[in-house]
Every structure is written in structure tokens, then in C-alpha cells.
């Protein structure tokens, strides 16, 4: 009987004949997403002014995917959750507790030995990487290149002679990508299409064909682009590491700096969310892939850009 699962410190399989499916708990490692900051957006001027200076994590939802070995066991587990307040969920295998609350009960499939169902959950306050309350590390860089030598490295080497990550072409505030044990797999297309252009003032004359425009006058809007990445750490100590540092840069106020080495140019940016995490392996290394959504404050192409 393996016990993958501990809610308030009970084994879920021995209390209560439960246990969570494989990769069943991906979304848990989702990073909250950025509540909407406040922007002007200039009819005269490229992109927008975001307001930066304090910003807001949304709530996290969460669907964890379980199995029952009875017929009544997901019924107790759930009858269980409805009692009022918070309940505290731990995975051992990825060495971390989070405080939730049940919300939802939107799957239950009942077979004759056996019940598949899923459970939706909310972080209500999810906790910031390097807070008081945190389980993790590092409420900035040099906090990272302190913690990341207890696991004999540093943000320069630790990826790369562990693992043989090779440095990153796309830097966030002059720092490599893979410095945060992160790999950028696919961004190329979605980075390398220009924003749509902002409306100009139009006239539409009923008497004529189409529509009178200003034209001698051309911006784009912001856009976002969503890279497809994964983190890549020799344990899940370094992963969690590699995890709060690189979050808790992108969340800082103020807008992030993001460098494309083949374009040698940065481009203005922040932080709006991150989904579709999955746990290929979590030994030798630990491989946990992510899609990233980065919101370009303005951005505009140029002759010549290649990639």
C-alpha cells in the first residue's frame, strides 16, 4: 500500500482508501496567475503603460485526479472535505504541503471495484516565493545563489554541471533562462509575429464605398506570447529551488526585461500566467513541463530580425 497523498497529516490510502492517479497532480505546481494591473493605452503610442508597482496574484484552483479501492471511499473522502475551513494537502514525492479548501466535486465515475473521480480545489491565498510563510526559497536572486549551494552549485553552474543544460538564448533581466533550470522549447513563431495594429480614427460616409482612415499614422497593440518550457533539476529540492527563484523574479514590480540572443534586442514585458504543467519524471532528473504566458508591453519588429 503506498500512501501518496497526506491530507491534514493522514495517509489518504490507509484512512481513507485513496490515492491520487499518476500526474494526477500537476496542477498544483501551477503558479498563480497576475491579477489584471491597471494600463493606459495611448491611441498614439505603441503597446500600453502598465501600472506595475504592486502587483496581485490571483486565487488557484486546482483538480486533483484520485482513485478509490471501494465504492464508498471517494463518498467518506468527500463527506470528509466538506467540513468547514481549510484542509492541508502533501504530496511526499514532491516534498511540499499546500492549504486548500474543497470546492468542487466535478468527476466520479463508479466501477465495480473501484470509483475514478476528481476533486477541485482553491488556494485561496496562494504563498509568494520567499514570503514568511513560504516553504520555499530565496526572496530574490541573491538569495537563489546563496540556497543553490546546498545542493553543490550555483545559478552559472549548477544546471549545467549537474545536468548538462546548456545556457539559455532568452534572458530575463540579463539572467540566462537556464540559470533557473528552465529550457525554452517552443517560442519562435508566436515571438516572431507582430501585434495587431491599434484602430486609427475612421469615417464611414454612407454615400461612398468603403470608409475614410488615418493612415499616415501606424501603432500596434500589446500581445502576448505563450512559450512552451520545462524545468530540469537533479532533485526535487533543486527543482523547487530553481522554481521559486524564477517566479519570484517574474513577479517583481515593475516591468521585465526579456532578451532574444539571436535578435539582440530586449523587449518589455511582465507576467500573466502559467498552465499545462505535467511531471514527465521526477528521478534522474526531475523533468516538470509548463507552458508560460508573458504579456509584451510594446513591441515592435524590425528589418532584419531572423532566428
Request: charged share 25%; glycine share 8%; hydrophobic share 35%.
Amino acid at each position: 500500500m503506498i500512501n501518496n497523498l497526506y491530507i491534514d497529516d493522514q495517509p489518504a490510502r490507509s484512512q481513507f482508501g485513496v490515492w491520487i492517479t499518476r500526474d494526477g497532480y500537476s496542477g498544483l505546481l501551477a503558479f498563480p496567475a497576475l491579477k489584471e494591473p491597471e494600463a493606459n493605452d495611448w491611441p498614439e503610442e505603441d503597446g500600453v503603460e502598465v501600472d506595475l508597482s504592486d502587483l496581485k496574484l490571483e486565487r488557484k484552483e486546482i483538480t486533483l485526479s484520485l482513485l478509490a479501492d471501494t465504492n464508498t471511499a471517494a463518498t467518506d473522502l468527500v463527506a470528509y472535505l466538506s467540513d468547514p475551513g481549510y484542509h492541508r494537502f502533501r504530496i511526499p514525492s514532491l516534498g511540499r504541503e499546500w492549504r486548500l479548501r474543497l470546492a468542487e466535486h466535478p468527476e466520479n465515475h463508479v466501477y465495480p471495484l473501484q470509483t475514478a473521480f476528481s476533486l477541485k480545489l482553491v488556494e485561496d491565498v496562494p504563498l509568494r516565493p520567499g514570503s514568511e510563510n513560504s516553504q520555499g526559497f530565496g526572496k530574490n536572486r541573491g538569495d537563489f545563489e546563496e540556497n543553490l549551494g546546498s545542493f553543490g552549485g550555483n545559478p552559472g553552474t549548477f544546471s549545467g554541471n549537474s545536468i548538462g543544460l546548456p545556457k539559455s538564448r532568452y534572458l530575463l533581466d540579463d539572467v540566462p533562462f537556464s540559470d533557473y533550470g528552465v529550457v525554452i522549447d517552443i517560442s519562435r513563431s508566436a515571438l516572431l509575429k507582430a501585434p495587431a495594429a491599434k484602430l486609427n480614427m475612421n469615417r464611414t460616409v454612407s454615400t461612398e464605398d468603403g470608409q475614410l482612415y488615418d493612415a499616415d499614422h501606424l501603432v500596434f497593440q500589446k500581445k502576448e506570447v505563450t512559450f512552451n518550457c520545462h524545468f530540469k533539476a537533479v532533485s526535487i529540492e533543486a527543482f523547487w529551488q530553481c522554481y521559486d527563484a524564477f517566479f519570484a523574479a517574474l513577479i517583481q514590480p515593475g516591468e521585465r526585461q526579456l532578451y532574444v540572443e539571436e535578435i539582440g534586442k530586449a523587449y518589455p514585458c511582465y507576467y500573466k500566467n502559467s498552465s499545462s504543467f505535467e511531471v514527465p519524471t521526477l528521478a534522474g532528473p526531475v523533468i516538470v513541463k509548463f507552458n508560460l504566458t508573458l504579456v509584451f508591453t510594446r513591441f515592435r519588429l524590425e528589418g532584419g530580425t531572423t532566428i
